[in-house]
């Protein structure tokens, strides 16, 4: 379990994380969200002890990870799949972590095997694609054996089947009664793995919930609807209190009336439907309403 309490870090008058308070408990994947300059790799560096915190704590298992003897054995991480050595082979990179870490050399050999990397354990580094950097760093992660994972943006560079595999790592690992802690900007990702998540906008936490209710804090389920009179059709929807957007394939999207209003309505006047569907609010709709003020870096729109 990671446990984070009013956890602070200043640079000079810049405030990067702002008295940031929850827990990563074990049994599930916890994405971790938020815009560029949000504070989540200050976070998870602070949590590794990379980063001094200014004030506050962040502890794995009540303890901080600098007085985990062979930390990693209690927490294993991948922040950045580019800090190997690109000179060193996949397999002396783990064999160097392992010795460091009291690790037998024997997990080394089975963690290539589970990453898909055996193949590649004599090859150098510095060859190797973002792919299969990620899948190296993984391993790395997964060397010790450890209760409490963090990841920071895994996916990146992995192709669909590594993707496909990385979603089933990640739940076996919380199957297994595991933490893990998932950094990511990509929404669709999110939806696809976490169970839980924690939402930072401008260093502050913004949400710390289960996915399905984060989801419900987007905008209303919207209602589809394709018929052979759309004009008239809107115009009876519109009568009863909906608002209605036509869109450019001849469907109509509704809000304000439930799909039973709506096909009362059609009956009632007499309008056949081809399609009438609820489409529910996104996690990427959810996510761009919470942090909408929290966005540091936002485009215009192009002339």
């Not at 290539?112 to 792919?131: K, T």
Request: glycine share 12%.
């Amino acid at each position: 379990m990671i446990e984070l309490r009013d956890l602070t870090k200043r640079y000079g008058r810049t405030t990067a994380v702002d008295r940031l308070t929850c827990t990563v408990r074990p049994g599930h994947v916890t994405g971790f969200l938020g815009p560029n300059g949000s504070g989540k790799s200050t976070t998870l560096r602070m949590i590794l002890g990379l980063i001094q915190p200014t004030s506050g704590t962040a502890t794995v298992d009540g303890h901080r990870f600098r007085d985990h003897r062979r930390g990693l054995r209690h927490v294993g991480a991948l922040l950045d799949a580019g800090d190997a050595h690109g000179g060193r082979s996949a397999r002396s990179h783990l064999a160097a972590l392992a010795a460091g870490n009291g690790i037998p050399r024997t997990r080394v050999d089975q963690v290539l095997h589970e990453v898909g990397l055996a193949a590649a354990a004599h090859r150098r580094i510095g060859g190797f694609s973002l792919g299969m950097r990620q899948r190296l760093g993984i391993a790395g992660a997964l060397l010790g054996d450890p209760p409490v994972l963090l990841f920071d943006e895994p996916i990146n560079g992995l192709d669909p089947e590594g993707v496909h595999w990385v979603r089933g790592l990640f739940r076996r690992l919380a199957g297994e009664g595991r933490t893990v802690l998932v950094s990511s900007h990509l929404m669709t990702e999110m939806e696809n793995t976490a169970d839980q998540l924690i939402v930072l906008g401008k260093g502050r936490l913004l949400a710390a919930e289960s996915v399905t209710e984060f989801a419900s804090r987007g905008r209303r389920p919207t209602i589809l609807v394709r018929a052979c009179d759309t004009a008239t059709l809107a115009d009876v929807l519109t009568s009863a209190g909906a608002t209605v957007r036509p869109q450019a394939d001849g469907a109509l999207t509704v809000t304000g009336l439930t799909v039973t209003r709506v096909s009362e309505l059609a009956i009632d006047h007499r309008i056949p439907l081809s399609e009438l569907t609820t489409r529910t609010a996104s996690l990427e709709e959810a996510f761009m309403h919470l942090t909408a003020d929290s966005v540091e870096y936002l485009a215009g729109d192009p002339r």
